[in-house]
Nanobody, 130 residues
Framework: QLQLVESGGGLVQPGGSLRLSCVES????????IGWFRQAPGKEREGVSC????????QYADSVKGRFTIDRDVANNTVYLQMNNLKPEDTAVYYC???????????????????????WGKGTLVTVSS
């Protein structure tokens, strides 16, 4: 049973950057695919990025491609989401999630409660506003 904990959210101005972290203190994350998802107020949850355990076939949603980067720090058992050139429409609660695989298409995720992933963190709020 994984217990994922996100951190790094906050208030940032448009054009700014944030780096989100997803940590698990007991179980090695290296064996799992890790995805980042987000949910804006009044909207459905959407996929942002997903990385397989192998590191291959990393996916990014079109809305974040070229601005966001997902990567792993194996030594610290952490997965990061580096977010650059943030826009007001990036405002959302960001969640990390783990499973044996990523969605086939990050733009199409399963319905709740699991959205196609097995383990979820509680989320961290990102607000992009001037």
């Amino acid at each position: 049973q994984l217990q994922l904990v996100e951190s790094g959210g906050g208030l940032v101005q448009p054009g700014g950057s944030l780096r989100l972290s997803c940590v698990e203190s007991q179980v090695t994350l290296s064996y799992y695919a890790i995805g980042w998802f987000r949910q804006a107020p009044g909207k459905e949850r959407e996929g942002v990025s997903c990385m397989l355990a192998s590191g291959h076939n990393t996916q990014y949603a079109d809305s974040v491609k070229g601005r966001f980067t997902i990567d792993r720090d194996v030594a610290n058992n952490t997965v990061y989401l580096q977010m650059n050139n943030l826009k007001p429409e990036d405002t959302a609660v960001y969640y990390c999630a783990a499973a044996w695989g990523c969605p086939y298409d990050i733009h199409i995720i399963d319905p709740p409660p699991k959205y196609g992933m097995d383990y979820w963190g509680k989320g961290t709020l990102v607000t992009v506003s001037s």
